[in-house]
Nanobody
Framework: EVQLVESGGGLVQAGGSLRLFCSASGFIFDDYAIGWFLQAQGKGREGVSCISNNDGTTYYAESVKGRFTISSDNAKNTVYLQMNSLKPEDTAIYYC???????????????????????WGQGTQVTVSS
């Protein structure tokens, strides 16, 4: 059974930093890509960042480029999202999600956006105060 468990959310002041963790189990980690989506109150889910655990290819939405960094530790089956220079508009529930790396990364490279993957975590709240 695929399981994705997020942690690391919390309350931070604008300009501060948080590090999110996504711990994965139930699948061959190296075959998958793991991404982060956010959902602000009253809005739909938006793709934030994604990393291929196969070759390390990364993607960032324009809104977070230069501020967020995604990385993975294949030995620990864990993906991290380092979020710096946080803004109040980053306030949202952040979800970790996974799908097979090759088609997902190919789609991102062709279309410039992350499609909805098959597997999801429960989410972790990030609140940035002004």
């Amino acid at each position: 059974e695929v399981q994705l468990v997020e942690s690391g959310g919390g309350l931070v002041q604008a300009g501060g930093s948080l590090r999110l963790f996504c711990s994965a189990s139930g699948f061959i980690f190296d075959d998958y890509a793991i991404g982060w989506f956010l959902q602000a109150q009253g809005k739909g889910r938006e793709g934030v960042s994604c990393i291929s655990n196969n070759d390390g290819t990364t993607y960032y939405a324009e809104s977070v480029k230069g501020r967020f960094t995604i990385s993975s530790d294949n030995a620990k089956n864990t993906v991290y999202l380092q979020m710096n220079s946080l803004k109040p508009e980053d306030t949202a529930i952040y979800y970790c999600a996974a799908d097979f790396a090759s088609p997902w990364i190919a789609h991102i490279q062709a279309m410039g956006v992350m499609y909805t993957p098959n597997y999801w975590g429960q989410g972790t709240q990030v609140t940035v105060s002004s």
